[in-house]
């Protein structure tokens, strides 16, 4: 729980910081009027925003959904495939395409989470100073880079702290909100959801609109699924229902009741609700809690993206893991630079956590409405949940989704393209990239031919070449097709080695691979001629190393001692050209083809020894 409270709950237990003061913000263009009336639906529509969509749609329901103990929209996406009927495939990919969209959105998260969260806890300097007002970008700008400069040194150390820090901050919140309440103790009649359904239809044109701020108070919510592989399902939920969920509650309460008693506090309620002397200690809690936040979504894309890449939706990328304890604690360079400039691209561009809010809502609400639909079309495909019963939690469900959805697009011109643009941006990206790989894949396999003719052939001796003392290891896709490399190396340089490995690495639609179930060993037809077929199999959550993989197998089945110390490794590259078929369009050709100046070196990424590896290039048109 601890551990929980110091990675998943950070962007979560933030957003009582802005949540409210967005909502009353007086430059919104459809402003909310500070009455006692709007006080108190605003105040319980909050409340029950988060019990809906945190706690019955993420927390009792779509934590069921886990694949092999991962959760996120990329497990949901690969139950999909796993648990599709042969029938429903075709709803099933329109579905799968909408799950890389929420994907795609959250990297639009994970950008813009950092921007509003530290800015919005910098922004308590001017609440104690107000001449301090000119150096919050500036202090945002720098406390963001050094977050970025310190990811490649992992999270473990840091983590230590995260849990204790997040525990003062959700206690002092909570005990900050109780001494608000005190003041008008009537707040507390907002819990009854007539209030929120009052506000919402006696009110209408002003609550539709302020939904859109409404939703900062459930962003987060993602991350308590996605990272559920890291603590388990009952950490989690105990974490949110016991101390997280109240402490949250109690400091909205306790804005509502300063807001009552003088309309002057909506500028900052969240530090005013704080005595004098303690809100500069406040403000370097906020920037604590704001920083451990954005650790949490930085993470979080680091792990969707090495998902993505692992199921064919991105490049190989290169991936450091920081933690010898902690599996899922990686560290991605290419998507930590990206983040660090488009942070910091935003913090300077909108340069206050109110023009951000804008833009966060449309992320939020377009990932949860996708892992909603997702989940109950899984419920269903792997459970056999009734349909009746399906449409008494998808209905209201989605319905209020969609209506979080719908108030967020009237700010479209205000920041809310924000988001969509990030998303139909890495959406273009990871399925430009899928159908390229397919385009390559299938021609690569054209000239590769088949893998167990030309086993024939060696064994039959209609391809001539030398034998030569050693073991060489060659990389391939697939027991289908003969690796590029071996082939070019008997028909050019008519050799062959004595021993020959042919391993192909297979990526599982789990997280993890048990040791025992790594290897399985092929011999092609023949148990005498050196060469065999191995397939070794790694989760979607694993980075391959093909020297432990080989160091696995029994040397009973190897067809002689490979000598893996002095082994040669060979790899085949591919040189990709623009051509004149009708594959893609034009511009889907370029894009594919610059996707792939960010693929990582194959020799590093496979964990090859570089003194002991050559790479044989060959050239195809996309």
Same mark, same amino acid.
């Given at each position: 729980?601890?551990?929980a ?24 263009? $459809? ?5 006692r009336?709007? &006080? ?15 706690? %019955? ?11 092999d ?32 969209f929420?994907?795609?959105? /959250?990297?639009?998260? =994970? ?30 700008? &720098? ?34 909100? %109780? ?12 819990? =009854?959801?007539?209030? *929120?359904?009052?506000?919402?239809f ?14 900062? !108070?459930?962003?987060?919510?993602? *991350? ?32 509502? *009741? ?24 406040m ?39 920081t ?12 998507i ?38 997702? /989940?109950f079309?899984v ?11 399906? !449409? ?7 319905? %209020? ?55 024939d052939?060696?064994?039959?001796g ?22 590029? !490399? ?7 340089? $008519?050799?062959?080695?004595?021993q ?22 092929? $011999?092609?037809?023949?148990?005498e ?6 397939? *070794? ?8 190393? &093909? ?9 009973? +089945? ?16 591919? +040189? ?20 792939s100046?960010?693929?990582?070196? !194959? ?20």
């Open positions: 729980m601890v551990g409270l110091g990675v998943v709950f950070g962007d979560i237990g933030t957003s009582p910081i802005y949540t409210l003061q967005t909502v009353f913000n007086p430059s919104d263009p $459809h402003p909310v009027p500070v009455s009336d709007n &006080v108190f639906g605003v105040v319980s529509l909050v409340f029950w925003s988060v019990m809906i969509i945190v706690t %019955v749609t993420y927390v009792l329901l779509a934590m069921r959904a886990d694949n103990g991962e959760g996120g929209i990329m497990a949901l996406i690969t139950l999909l495939r796993r648990w599709t009927a042969p029938g429903g495939r075709r709803t099933a990919m329109a579905l799968s395409a909408l799950g890389i929420g994907a795609s959105l /959250f990297f639009g998260d =994970s950008m813009i989470t950092p921007a509003i969260s530290v800015l919005s806890a910098v922004e308590g300097l001017k609440v104690v100073q107000p001449s301090l007002e000119e150096l919050i970008v500036p202090i945002t700008a &720098v406390i963001i880079v050094a977050l970025f400069l310190v990811q490649k040194r992992g999270t473990a150390a840091v983590g230590r702290v995260f849990g204790p820090v997040m525990i003062a901050w959700f206690i002092t919140i909570g005990a900050c909100g %109780v001494a608000g309440i005190g003041k008008h103790p009537e707040i507390l009649k907002a819990l =009854s959801p007539t209030y *929120a359904l009052s506000f919402l006696g009110h209408f044109g002003i609550a539709f609109f302020a939904l859109a701020a409404v939703v900062l !108070a459930v962003t987060g919510a993602e *991350a308590l699924y996605a990272d559920m592989g890291h603590f388990g399902r009952r950490a989690i939920t105990r974490a949110w229902l016991v101390l997280v969920f109240p402490a949250c509650v109690l400091s909205y309460m306790g804005q509502g *009741a300063l807001i009552l008693d003088d309309p002057a506090n909506l500028s900052a309620p969240f530090f005013l609700l704080v005595p004098g002397w303690g809100r500069l200690p403000v370097l809690l906020a920037t604590a809690a704001t920083v451990i936040a954005s650790q949490a979504v930085i993470t979080g894309a680091y792990s969707v993206a090495a998902q993505a890449a692992q199921l064919g939706y991105l490049p190989r990328l290169r991936i450091a893991h933690s010898e304890s902690t599996i899922g604690q990686i560290y991605v360079p290419w930590n630079w990206l983040l660090m400039v488009s942070v910091l691209t935003l913090v300077f561009a909108f340069r206050s956590s109110a023009a951000l809010a804008y833009a966060f809502g449309m992320a939020v609400t377009g990932t949860i409405t996708i892992t909603t639909l997702l /989940f079309y419920a269903r495909a792997k459970w056999q949940t009734p349909l009746w019963l399906i !449409a008494l939690g998808a209905i209201p469900l989605l319905a %209020v989704d969609l209506l979080f959805v719908t108030a967020n697009i009237t700010k479209f011109v205000h920041g809310a393209w924000l988001p969509l643009l990030i998303g139909i941006t890495a959406f273009t990206i990871m399925t430009t990239w899928q159908r390229g790989r397919e385009i390559v894949t299938a021609e690569r396999e054209r000239r590769e031919g088949s893998l167990g003719e030309f086993v052939e060696l064994q039959s209609t391809a001539s070449a030398i034998t030569v003392p050693g073991t060489a290891i060659f990389l391939n896709r697939g027991k289908q097709t003969a690796p590029l !490399a071996m082939r070019a190396n008997v028909e050019h340089n $008519h050799v062959r080695h004595q020959i490995v042919i391993i192909s690495i297979k990526t599982e639609p789990v997280p993890r691979v048990p040791v025992d179930q790594r290897v399985a060993i092929d $011999h092609l037809g023949y148990r001629d050196g060469i065999i077929f191995v397939t *070794a199999r790694y989760g979607y959550m694993e980075t391959p190393d &093909v020297p432990a993989a080989l160091a696995l197998l029994d040397p009973a +089945e190897t067809e002689g001692l490979l000598q893996l110390d002095d082994a040669s490794y060979f790899l085949s590259t591919i +040189e990709l050209r623009r051509g004149d078929a009708p594959t893609m369009a034009d511009w889907r050709k370029r894009l594919f083809i610059a996707t100046h960010i693929t990582a070196d !194959a020799a590093e990424y496979f964990g090859l020894p570089r003194d002991r590896t050559v790479i044989m290039g060959s050239q195809i048109e996309v």
